[in-house]
């Protein structure tokens, strides 16, 4: 009967426990914290990220038109935790606009590491031009899945 009693007792505990850290928000999703520049300049970047101003550089001008006008669906990759699919507008050759179609949504972690996720490798993913963008630290299945679904949409932007 004792044994009965404390297998309820620690099935009971463990539910509670399962059930408390299920609607617990994980910590903060830690993305750089000057958007907008790439991983190798973020390091030299972060004394001077107070003075440094948005200006266009050359070395993304090579991106000029390399891709075909048109709004274009990627493949659903699977993010461990839910679907991850995106579409990519391009207008004048260049990556527009980049709108997150499914994305893990079924609990409140998922919800919340997204919500903190999808606009920074959307951003990063428009700056580059491409898809070679870097994970966001604590959303890294998204990030892999966006980075994926993203390819797949630009590979169909660049054929003929």
Do not use: C, W
């Not at 966001?136 to 590979?155: D, E, H, N, P, W």
């Amino acid at each position: 009967m004792k044994k009965y009693v404390l297998g309820i007792a620690v099935g009971l505990i463990f539910l509670a426990y399962t059930t408390v850290l299920r609607h617990q928000h994980s910590e903060p999703v830690l993305a750089p914290t000057t958007l907008g520049q790439n991983n190798s300049t973020n390091q030299s970047a972060s004394t001077t990220a107070n003075s440094t101003t948005s200006t266009p550089t050359t070395t993304n001008s090579a991106a000029t038109a390399q891709y075909r006008d048109g709004t274009f669906t990627g493949s659903v990759e699977n993010a461990y935790y839910g679907n991850v699919q995106v579409s990519a507008t391009i207008q004048g050759g260049k990556i527009t606009n980049i709108d997150f179609l499914q994305s893990p949504d079924e609990n409140p972690n998922s919800i919340y590491v997204n919500q903190q996720a999808d606009p920074y490798l959307k951003q990063e993913a428009i700056k580059a031009q491409s898809s070679n963008v870097s994970t966001v630290s604590g959303a890294t299945f998204t990030s892999s899945a966006f980075i994926q679904s993203l390819t797949s949409a630009l590979s169909q932007a660049t054929q003929s």
